[in-house]
């Protein structure tokens, strides 16, 4: 079976800028969630949404949106990028919520 | 806001069992004590998590203590491809957001597995 799957792998954008990423889930589960991890960090949580739900948000600014789809993949909005925002951002995703998630390979985000 | 302690890094012989500590000494009775790994530059993987007993799949062991303050994951038989940042995880459950969670990761063990 497919993992989960991120797109794109890498991308570069400037101060400023917005961005889209994506996440498709393991098949069956309903649940994403999205964590940053930057240079020499573990990862932090940013969302999670169940059933198209937000159910979980990290202490992350309104600039970080995201959102569910019918199908169960998820994307993640970034508006007026910092150079901070330069970071490897991870989807996880789970059956339902309180079980095991198991990440994507991640997206790296590149900010200039 | 890691509620988990874990030495920032360990050295262990190939062929050889790699015992990696952590302690969580504020878990709640109902926190499970959750183990991923991360390869270079790659996603977090999942390897095993417990409550209370002891657990053992493919890929490793762990051993809950009693008082469920620490835990350890063993690697029983450790391979050069096993060098990767170890981390342990409380899992943290925020029932007011209905039933929502979120891993909080700290620094992890930089586990390296030397020929």
């Known amino acids: 079976d497919a993992g989960v799957t991120q797109s794109p792998t890498h991308l570069i954008k400037t101060r400023g800028q917005h961005v889209t990423l994506r996440c498709s889930p393991i098949?069956?589960?309903?649940?994403v969630s999205w964590y940053q991890q930057v240079l020499g960090q573990g990862p932090q949580f940013i969302f999670q949404?169940?059933?198209?739900?937000?159910?979980g948000r990290g202490n992350f600014p309104d600039r970080f949106s995201a959102r569910q789809f019918p199908n169960y993949s998820s994307e993640l909005n970034v508006n007026a990028l910092l150079l901070g925002d330069s970071a490897l951002y991870l989807c996880?995703?789970?059956?339902?919520?309180?079980?095991?998630?198991?990440f994507g390979p991640g997206t790296r985000l590149l900010v200039l | 806001d890691a509620k988990t302690t874990q030495p920032t890094s360990m050295d262990c012989a190939e062929g050889r069992a790699a015992n990696l500590p952590c302690n969580h000494s504020?878990?709640?009775?109902?926190?499970?004590v959750y183990w991923y790994r991360q390869i270079h530059s790659q996603g977090p993987q999942y390897i095993i998590h417990?409550?209370?007993n002891n657990e053992t799949n493919e890929m490793a062991s762990l051993i809950i203590t009693e008082d469920r303050k620490s835990s350890t994951l063993i690697l029983p038989h450790a391979t050069l491809r096993d060098t990767a940042v170890y981390y342990c995880?409380?899992?943290?459950?925020?029932?007011?957001?209905?039933?929502?969670?979120?891993?909080?990761f700290g620094k992890g063990t930089k586990l390296t597995v030397n020929p």
């Open positions: 996880a995703s789970s059956r339902t919520v309180l079980v095991t998630q198991y």
């Open positions: 098949s069956g589960h309903k649940s």
């Open positions: 949404y169940y059933e198209k739900e937000e159910r």
């Open positions: 504020t878990i709640s009775g109902n926190e499970y």
């Open positions: 417990g409550l209370k």
């Open positions: 995880i409380v899992r943290v459950a925020n029932k007011d957001q209905g039933g929502s969670e979120k891993l909080v």
